[in-house]
């Protein structure tokens, strides 16, 4: 699946228009249509005006990739945390609820108890042995001090959650930190749990947790794995179309090769840009092996290109 396209279709392309002449003439092309820029998502040159303009360092950064699949991946999990947090926020105001008008609730379960069972043995259901049944019984049975400690121990575990799902929906590092240590804390007690007894439910939950944490560390590179922030971040610069054309103009000379394809006035351009870009090529050399390293990223050519 193209994620670039799928994206733009949805969001739209993100064109830009850098001030600087170098960088202008990589993601400008002039067309049969008039003006049309290049995308810095999907890289197509997209007729009519830019979606914006300013400086070349100012331009957006655009998630491309494999970054956009990740971000759809992030929001899925985002959306599951919300869920758990929500139902137990339910269970804690449920326990607050309970605490207070407990006898009531007793009075009126008694109450009721006896109609249901007359109704439920017609169905051909013994309520005496049904396990809800057995757990409300238990319920009355708690003093208000355990059911205080429920609903402030399920009312910290919704903070948690909501917290975690808002810092991965944001796409933010720090929640991404922040979900990966707080889901890691609970594995333990999971693994526990598990031990006790095997439930399609503990399953699913266990899995799921054990699934972001792992995604979150490898793909996210945190705690320094994988070359951490630094090569994650080289990665996304190494990505990006408005970086690409930049690294392309500081370059020292215009090669052989770019001279024969006509464009060896660009560098000559953007000799000035240069100066305040000083920080692309180094950030841009590390990426690690195996990615297209600056000096062999194809000069943009004038009209809808080859991609890399
Ligand atoms: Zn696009």
């Known amino acids: 699946m193209d994620w670039n396209l799928l994206a733009c279709g949805i969001g739209g392309h993100v064109s830009y228009a850098p001030e600087e002449p170098g960088p202008r003439a990589r993601v ?29 360092a100012k331009a957006p950064a655009v998630r491309r990739g494999k970054e956009l699949r990740s971000a759809f991946i992030l929001r899925l999990f985002a959306v599951e945390r919300f869920l ?18 407990r006898h009531t609730i007793e009075q009126e379960f008694n109450r009721e108890l006896p109609v249901m069972r007359t109704v439920l043995n017609q169905l051909g259901f013994n309520v005496d042995h049904s396990k809800l049944v057995g757990l409300i019984r238990s319920a ?11 609903a402030l121990i399920a009312a910290g575990y919704a903070l948690v959650e909501v917290l975690e799902a808002t810092g991965l929906w944001l796409l933010k590092r720090w929640g991404e930190y922040f979900a990966m240590v707080a889901t890691s804390v609970g594995i333990p007690y999971e693994i526990y749990d598990l031990t006790a007894k095997i439930t399609v439910l503990r399953l699913a939950f266990f899995s799921v947790n054990v699934a972001l944490v792992v995604y979150l560390v490898l793909t996210k590179r945190l705690f320094g794995a994988r070359g951490g922030k630094k090569a994650y971040d080289a990665r996304l610069r190494g990505e990006s179309i408005m970086d690409s054309a930049l690294a392309e103009l500081e370059k ?32 841009a050399a590390n990426v690690p092996a195996g990615r297209t390293s600056p000096g ?11 991609r890399r």
């Open 84 to 101: 758990r947090g929500i139902l137990v926020a339910l269970i804690a105001y449920a326990a607050w609820r309970f605490k207070y008008s």
């Open 252 to 283: 020292p000379g215009p090669t052989a090769e770019q001279v024969a394809e006509g464009v060896a006035d660009v560098p000559a351009d953007g000799a000035n840009v240069s100066a305040d870009r000083a920080d692309v090529p180094a950030g």
């Open 140 to 150: 009355f049975t708690l003093n208000s001090r355990t059911l205080t400690w429920l």
């Open 296 to 306: 062999s990223v194809m000069p943009a050519p004038p009209g809808p290109g080859p």
């Open 28 to 56: 400008h092309a002039t067309s049969a249509a008039g003006d049309a820029w290049r995308c810095l998502r999907c890289g197509l040159f997209v007729p009519g005006p830019p979606s914006a303009s300013g400086p070349a």
